[in-house]
Structure formats: structure tokens, C-alpha cells
């Protein structure tokens, strides 16, 4: 039975021409969503299958480098082939003017939520 | 002489027949419920909407041609589910497809499973909303204990379709569940599958859903990103400038 409801999805994997294209790399990509708000930007990154401590969240100067490992194997089978995927992993350009310093990151329901608050201080100017 | 006694037998009401309709939206609630439902309940698949511009896609399963929107049935309960995101020039001739049908098999009622983004919402004590185009169908919110959508704004080919539908016969109810509206989000449709199981008294199994939920999670992000790009694209804009450049 579990057979049968999962192939009832097998069709988005072959669908609707753009692909998500995980077999470049033999990496998954996640779903993720960069929002910004007010006083910063909220990246939310949609991990599955995935422990809080098998993830890993690297900070480049220009760059965050999300990897996590999922804790079971995830196969998909495509034009006869089944390839085997352990690991998401995705790169984000950092936004500009944004405070490193108070960089945090929470997960939660299998979300990863990463507040990237902007710089708050500068140089007061004089209204004429 | 006889002293049967026979009692006078009441009208036997009749089961309404119901289409639940099943489309890419937000959470992917509508593809990931409708698709467990007419697993759970064995429906068999008896149609297909065909619609010229839905024709560019075709799949193959099990070496036979599916299209991408079709039609299931068990009893008086039908679902219509769809495998594409229906978009601003799909969504009125998908809506006439649906009511053409209705009229055609004298469905009753049409119910159709979408979500509401909340952000912060309780996965203990989800909530699912009730939105009706007809008075008649208010009693069912009533009796089923779901709060009517009050208020607020439905935007994008949903809107289109909900317009439709309200100038049509066949009373719709759109059933929304609190939801992340950006990933596919199987607890809520979970919820709105137990919701739709209580409301037409049927019972469906979800242990099997419950243990596929991060599958569903994973194996729907291509249709999630598709979906996303359909709801959030602007209509075009009229050629005819307005009123005030004139």
C-alpha cells in the first residue's frame, strides 16, 4: 500500500520541465525562502528527514553554507536509474548590510530559521 | 384477523453526492489530501478533465497515458485532482470543466481543500476555516463545528475560481487549513483530511500519511517551487490605460 501512495507522486519528479536539480551534485536541495523584513531578512530552509545535530551552518564572507545529513537514505528512481541521496545542501548569498555579528538560528517542526538582522547604526544626517 | 402493525416508514434521505476537489495550493494541501484520500478509499479513476491548454502535458504510468487533471469515484463521493498548478488562463475553463461535470453527474455540493498561512500556528491544535458561496452549506460549518472564514482576502487564481463557483448552482465550500505556505505541509493536510472524514462520516486510515510525511516533504519540492510561481505571479496588466490618463 505505501507503494501505491507513494508512486502516486512519482509524476512530479519527471514533471513540469524546470527541475529542481539535485543530480548535479548528488546533493538534495531543499526548499528554502529568504523574507525580508524591517529589521532584517529570515531565511527558512525546509529540511526533512533531518536530526538538529547532523546540521551544519557555515558563514563565508559572502556566503552561508547550509549541509545537512538526512538521517535515512532517500533513493529516486529516474529514466531507470536509482540514484541515493544522504545530504541536503544549499548555498546562500548573503544580503548586503547585514550585522554577522547577531546572525541566529533556530529549528524547529523541521524548519531552519535563520534571523540575518541588518546593521542598525550609521551616520546621522542633518535635515536642512 | 391480523394484527400486524406496520409503521409508517419515513423518506430514506439520500447520500449526497460530493466532489472534492484536489489542486496544487498553498502547503500543497489540496494535492497532498486529495491524493491520500482516493488512496485510502480505493476511489477508481473514471475521467479526465481535458482542456486544450492542459494538453502540453501528458504522463505515463504503468504504460498507460494520464492527464494531468482527472476524475475518481467510489459511491457518491467523486475527486477531482490535479497534477499541475492551475494558473490565471487555466483556472476558468478548469472551473466550468468542474461545474460542467457536477451538473452532468448532479453532484450536490463541491468542496475544495486549500490553505491559510500562519506562520506561527500550533501543529497540536491546528485550525481549519470555512469559507461557503452558498447559504445552504452553512449548516455544514455549523454542524461540523468549523468556524466560518470571516474575514480577509483571496488573491490569485483561487479568486478566479471562487468567483465562478459563486455564480454557479452547485453550492462550493472551500475548506482552509492553517498552513506554512511555502513548503508542503502534510500535517495540515492531515487536518484537513480527518476535518473531511468527519464531515461526510467516512473513515480513512492515516497511519500510512503519518508515516510518510517527510517523504511527501522531500518528494513534493518540485511542485511546491512550481506551485509557488503560479500563485504568486501577477495577472497582466490591461492594455486599456485607466480612466484618469485619459
Not at chain 1, 523574507?35 to 529570515?42: C, L, M, S
Not at chain 1, 545535530?53 to 549541509?67: D, F, Q, R
Not at chain 1, 530559521?113 to 546621522?124: A, D, E, V
Amino acid at each position: 500500500m505505501t507503494n501505491d501512495f507513494r508512486s502516486m507522486f512519482e509524476r512530479q519528479i519527471n514533471a513540469l520541465g524546470k527541475e529542481i536539480d539535485d543530480f548535479l551534485n548528488k546533493e538534495l536541495m531543499p526548499l528554502s525562502r529568504l523574507e525580508e523584513k524591517d529589521a532584517g531578512w529570515i531565511l527558512e530552509i525546509d529540511l526533512p528527514f533531518v536530526n538538529k545535530k547532523n546540521i551544519s551552518v557555515i558563514l563565508t564572507s559572502h556566503h552561508l553554507i547550509i549541509k545537512a545529513k538526512l538521517e535515512k537514505t532517500y533513493c529516486v528512481s529516474k529514466f531507470n536509474c536509482v540514484t541515493e541521496f544522504d545530504y541536503f545542501k544549499k548555498t546562500f548569498p548573503l544580503p548586503p548590510a547585514m550585522d554577522i555579528k547577531r546572525i541566529s538560528s533556530k529549528f524547529k517542526n523541521g524548519i531552519l530559521r535563520i534571523s540575518l538582522p541588518k546593521i542598525s547604526t550609521g551616520k546621522k544626517l542633518r535635515i536642512d | 384477523m391480523d394484527k400486524t402493525k406496520f409503521k409508517k416508514l419515513e423518506k430514506i434521505p439520500e447520500i449526497p453526492s460530493i466532489l472534492l476537489v484536489g489542486i496544487p495550493g498553498p502547503g500543497l494541501i489540496g494535492t497532498l489530501s486529495v491524493t491520500y484520500i482516493i488512496h485510502s478509499l480505493k476511489m477508481e479513476l473514471v475521467g479526465e478533465i481535458e482542456n486544450p491548454d492542459l494538453s502540453s502535458i501528458m504522463f505515463i504510468e504503468n504504460g498507460e497515458l494520464l492527464g494531468p487533471v482527472r476524475l475518481y469515484k467510489k459511491g457518491t463521493l467523486f475527486a477531482v485532482l490535479s497534477d499541475v498548478p492551475i494558473d490565471y488562463e487555466l483556472a476558468p475553463g478548469f472551473t466550468e470543466s468542474i461545474i460542467e461535470f457536477s451538473k452532468k453527474n448532479n453532484i450536490d455540493s463541491i468542496i475544495i481543500f486549500s490553505g491559510i498561512h500562519v506562520p506561527e500556528r500550533n501543529l497540536s491544535n491546528l485550525k481549519t476555516y470555512g469559507l461557503v458561496t452558498k447559504q445552504s452549506l452553512e449548516k455544514t460549518l455549523y454542524e461540523n463545528e468549523i468556524p466560518k472564514f470571516l474575514s480577509g482576502m483571496i488573491t490569485g487564481p483561487d479568486a478566479t475560481i471562487l468567483s465562478i463557483l459563486k455564480n454557479s448552482s452547485i453550492p462550493a465550500m472551500v475548506l482552509y487549513t492553517e498552513c506554512n505556505f511555502f513548503f508542503p505541509d502534510p500535517e495540515s493536510a492531515m487536518h484537513a483530511i480527518k476535518t473531511i472524514s468527519r464531515m461526510l462520516k467516512i473513515k480513512i486510515e492515516l497511519t500510512e500519511f503519518k508515516n510518510q510525511m517527510d517523504f511527501l516533504r522531500l518528494h513534493n519540492r518540485q511542485l511546491m517551487e512550481e506551485t509557488l510561481s503560479v500563485l504568486q505571479q501577477e495577472k497582466e496588466q490591461p492594455t486599456v490605460p485607466p480612466q484618469i490618463y485619459k
